[in-house]
């Protein structure tokens, strides 16, 4: 099985944009969540899709937005792009029924200049 | 907030010593204690896991010492390698597809 695969891998940015991010989770696999990742904060959770729903939501502002298809693909919005949102952004899938194994994609590290 | 605390930060270890990185949480609700393994370039990558139900679970190298009491977990690695450097993150959930609460992570350097 192909892994969770994220694009772009990389992008840059100036602030005031707006950035859309791809996921495609495993297949088969319906929940996706989105990470933050920054060398001060570590792992910081945004939110999770499972079934073109949003299941849980972190503390992040509304710029920050998601959404999830019917094929389970989901994308990350970032409106009006500020320095401080420069960081490694991960997508995670999770396999069917209750798990609470997660399956990273390599991340899209995103720089805001 | 952070509810799952973690240290050290950074560990410098010989080849073959022992390497031991710690978290606490603050939820009780947790049921669920996985630890992932993050190389340079990559995604963390699900290395071992526990439930609060047994005390240690080792595989290979690797074993996780959980105290349900002091509601504390710990990662042990044992004959460190230097391919086993890399940032190593506890994490914590709790049920009914509660999200995950990460640790700030180890970036652990394991030295020849």
């Known amino acids: 099985k192909a892994g969770v695969t994220q694009t772009p891998r990389y992008l840059i940015k100036t602030r005031g944009q707006q950035v859309t991010l791809s996921c495609s989770p495993i297949s088969g696999h319906r929940s996706v969540s989105w990470y933050q990742q920054t060398p001060g904060q570590g792992l910081q959770f945004l939110f999770e899709?499972?079934?073109?729903?949003?299941?849980n939501k972190g503390n992040f502002p509304g710029r920050f937005s998601g959404r999830q298809f019917s094929n389970s693909r989901s994308e990350m919005n970032v409106s009006t792009l500020e320095l401080g949102d420069s960081a490694l952004y991960l997508c995670a899938s999770r396999s069917p029924g209750y798990t609470d194994t997660q399956y990273f994609g390599p991340g899209t590290r995103l720089t805001v200049l | 907030q952070q509810q799952v605390k973690q240290s050290p930060q950074s560990l410098i270890v010989q080849k073959g010593g022992i390497s031991i990185i710690n978290c606490a949480y603050e939820n009780t609700a947790f049921d669920y204690f996985p630890w992932y393994q993050q190389f340079p370039g990559k995604g963390p990558a699900l290395l071992i896991a526990?439930?609060?139900?047994?005390s240690e679970k080792k595989e290979g190298r690797f074993t996780i010492s959980f105290n349900k009491s002091a509601k504390q977990f710990s990662l042990h690695i044992m004959d460190s390698q230097p391919g086993d450097s890399a940032t190593y993150f506890c994490a914590a959930s709790g049920g009914g597809y509660q999200k995950v609460t990460f640790g700030i992570g180890t970036k652990l350097q394991v030295i020849p």
């Open positions: 526990i439930r609060p139900d047994v």
């Open positions: 899709y499972f079934s073109e729903t949003q299941r």
